[in-house]
Structures are given as structure tokens and as C-alpha cells.
């Protein structure tokens, strides 16, 4: 079955530490996202790559850090400079990016910093 | 003000009334994209409109471009529609064709 897989769907880290968030996918899409959901508001924009080893940083890009070595695979690391990283991170992918790709979406990963 | 607005933010209902959830938005747009997110957090996409009408089973969505507004309408509706429905807007060219979300609208459906 095609789609996106994410993992973990809980993770717990200590203040301080980095965390890795990983994401893959078997749709062969060009381009993957990286979003973050917190309680009331909008998903807002992370990171987001249109091809491998090319990526640029979306809204809220301070604090994370992405790779693209493979197509398939996009992972979040959060560092310790994200001020607040506790939420819930979606990653996405799309065909192209274009004006009517369409976004699908992984399960998501709920991150808790203690 | 957000580019993106949604409304109700919160919408109780019961089973089998007909529901209607707004989107307004104050930016250019190349389409518009409504999704449903599930309790346990997937997003699954429902529709994308540029233009018009699309339905889809038990749901339409309709945009009015000149008024920068969209309405996702859900007929019959059921306790498993009970989810969070969010509007998002695709930028242009300039913006990379990017997403703007709204914070969307959650919706319970009683028995």
C-alpha cells in the first residue's frame, strides 16, 4: 500500500535534548512538508523539500533542521533551540508542490518535552 | 487578521441535520482545499476547488471567488462526520504555491 508513515506516534524527551522525527514515503512524490499543529490554531509551516538534497525553510523554521538524501525520506530533527517544542507535527507529501497538487498526509507524531 | 478565516469555530449538531461550515479568505489564490482531521490526528484531503461546485457523496463544497469565500455543506449528516474540518488557501507563484491554513472547526454530530 502506498503512503506515508511517520514515527514515533508518541515521543518523550527531556528538555534539551534533540529529537529526531522521522518520515517516509512510497508515492514517489517530489515534495514533502513538514507542519506543526498546536491546541486552536492553524498547521503552520516548518520545512518543506520540492526535490532531494533541496529544501527551504517554511514559517516557523527556527529551532529545526531537515535533511533530503533520499526522495522517499524526510526527516525533522527538533533541536534544543526550539523554544516551545511541544506539539504535534504532521509531515505531508505531494506530487510536485504545483497550484493543484494535492497534500497527503501522514499520521503524525505528538511530541512531549518534559 | 488571520488570511484565512473559518467559521463556526465549534459546531454541535444532531444526526441528520444539514450542516454548513464557512471559509473566508483575504488573499489571491490559486485553489482552495478543504480537509477532514480525525480525532486520533490524520488529515485526509476532501476537496480541491478553484472554480464552482464539487460534491462528493454526502458532502459539496462551493467557492465564490469575487467574494473570497468558500462553504463545505455535509447533508445527512452522521456521528462519524464528527471531526475537525479545515479550510486551507494555495497561494500563487510567489508564494511558492504554499498553504494557508485555517484553525479550523470542530464538529460533533450526536446520536
Known amino acids: 500500500d502506498g503512503g506515508i508513515t511517520q514515527s514515533p506516534k508518541y515521543l518523550f524527551r527531556k528538555e534539551g535534548q534533540n529529537v529526531t522525527l522521522s518520515c517516509e514515503q512510497n508515492?514517489?512524490?517530489?515534495?514533502m512538508y513538514w507542519y506543526r499543529q498546536d491546541p486552536g490554531q492553524g498547521l503552520r509551516l516548518i520545512y518543506y523539500?520540492?526535490?532531494?538534497?533541496?529544501?527551504q525553510k517554511g514559517d516557523i523554521a527556527e529551532g529545526y533542521s531537515v535533511s533530503r538524501e533520499k526522495k522517499e525520506s524526510f526527516p525533522l530533527t527538533v533541536t534544543s533551540a526550539q523554544k516551545n517544542p511541544t506539539a504535534f507535527y504532521l509531515c505531508?507529501?505531494?506530487?510536485?508542490?504545483?497550484?493543484?497538487?494535492?497534500?497527503?498526509f501522514g499520521p503524525g507524531t505528538r511530541l512531549t518535552v518534559l | 487578521k488571520n488570511e484565512v478565516e473559518q467559521s463556526p469555530q465549534n459546531l454541535t449538531a444532531q444526526e441528520g441535520e444539514f450542516i454548513t461550515i464557512n471559509c473566508s479568505y483575504s488573499?489571491?489564490?490559486?485553489?482552495l482545499h478543504w480537509l477532514q482531521q480525525h480525532p486520533g490526528g490524520g488529515i485526509v484531503s476532501l476537496f480541491m476547488?478553484?472554480?464552482?461546485?464539487k460534491k462528493h457523496g454526502r458532502l459539496i463544497a462551493t467557492i465564490n471567488i469575487q467574494e473570497k469565500h468558500s462553504s463545505l455543506h455535509i447533508t445527512a449528516s452522521h456521528p462519524r462526520d464528527s471531526a475537525v474540518y479545515i479550510c486551507?488557501?494555495?497561494?500563487?507563484?510567489?508564494?511558492?504555491?504554499?498553504?494557508?491554513w485555517g484553525a479550523g472547526t470542530k464538529l460533533i454530530i450526536k446520536p
Open positions: 508515492l514517489n512524490h517530489d515534495a
Open positions: 488573499v489571491g489564490i490559486s485553489a
Open positions: 476547488l478553484s472554480s464552482g461546485k
Open positions: 486551507a488557501v494555495k497561494g500563487g507563484w510567489d508564494s511558492n504555491y504554499q498553504l494557508i
Open positions: 523539500s520540492q526535490i532531494v538534497n533541496d529544501f
Open positions: 505531508a507529501s505531494s506530487i510536485a508542490g504545483g497550484a493543484f497538487d494535492t497534500q497527503y
